[in-house]
């Protein structure tokens, strides 16, 4: 199996000989690296990819030239990808960066909405941020946009929010069958993610529930990627990813050859 989701120093993981030597001692037989980029030309967001290392379209020729030297000196195959953080109204220069890059392949994500992130540490309760299901709402479009953008190989982590304690749970029936429903119809392939797997602060696997059962009646292939951050996230994942896919009958598709 190959993990096409991983992170290295190149944004917020750690070095890529490391991540590939717990990979390959977990027997994968592949990684791609997807390090964090964010295009953004909101003031806001410019100040949290400077803070959080999410400027990878300023340094990919660099992870380039490494890759290219690990390549040299591994048995394991190393995938040369992006993680880019998904604004709706971006297309067209998030479009041009893919063209002029060259990756192997591009993963999309939907991180933030409404001006706060999807994730644990925002509290949604105080009086200065939006009404949750509001959140929801914006979430789920954006998801739903970036499938219909069809600018990216993998969507990653379809429903991260559901991972969000007081944003879990409040999608609705109608939220989950428009992203099934453009997943179907998008060239992009969702990834089941196993961020947190093995773990036990949020659901073990995106999409979650309903959304994956919806993408799965439809037809909709699945990648799979680790969103593996250090090499000790190898540790036992892959080796679950893997069991999980042949349970489910999920036969992985490669994103290597969905590039054009
Ligand atoms: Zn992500
Ligand atoms: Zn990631």
């Known amino acids: 199996m190959h993990d096409y989701h991983a992170h290295s120093a190149y944004s917020d993981g750690e070095q890529l000989h490391r991540m590939l030597d717990a990979a ?14 964010s295009l953004t030309r909101d003031p806001h967001w410019r100040e949290q990819r400077a803070r ?35 604004e709706p109204g971006a297309d067209d220069r998030i ?10 392949y591009a993963v999309g994500s939907v991180h933030y909405v409404l001006g706060h992130t999807v994730f644990a540490f925002e509290d949604f309760s105080t009086p200065d941020t939006p009404d949750p299901d509001a ?50 119809a998008s060239r992009t ?8 797997l093995l773990r036990e602060d ?27 951050h250090g090499p000790e996230a190898y540790d036992g994942r892959a080796r679950e990813l893997e069991r999980f896919c ?7 598709v490669a994103p290597t050859d969905l590039a054009a």
Not at 95 to 104: N, S, V
Request: glycine share 6%; aromatic share 8%.
């Open 24 to 37: 390959a001692d977990a027997g994968l037989d592949g990684v791609g690296f997807a390090d964090h980029c």
């Open 52 to 86: 959080y290392a999410r400027t990878f379209d300023l340094t990919y020729e660099r992870r380039r030239t490494a890759i290219e030297a690990l390549r040299a000196d591994r048995d394991i195959a190393v995938h040369d990808a992006v993680e880019v953080d998904y």
């Open 95 to 104: 479009g041009a960066f893919l063209a002029d890059a060259d990756f192997d």
């Open 135 to 184: 959140v929801v709402d914006a979430y789920y479009d954006a998801v739903v946009s970036l499938l219909e953008a069809e600018l990216f190989e993998v969507a990653a982590h379809l429903d991260v929010i559901e991972a969000h304690p007081q944003l879990a749970g409040r999608r609705t029936k109608e939220q989950v069958r428009r992203v099934a429903d453009a997943a179907a």
């Open 189 to 196: 392939v969702p990834e089941i993610n196993a961020k947190r």
């Open 202 to 228: 949020g659901p073990d696997l995106h999409p979650t529930g309903a959304l994956r059962t919806a993408l799965s009646d439809r037809g909709v292939s699945f990648t799979v990627g680790t969103d593996a």
């Open 246 to 252: 042949e349970d489910a009958g999920i036969d992985p």
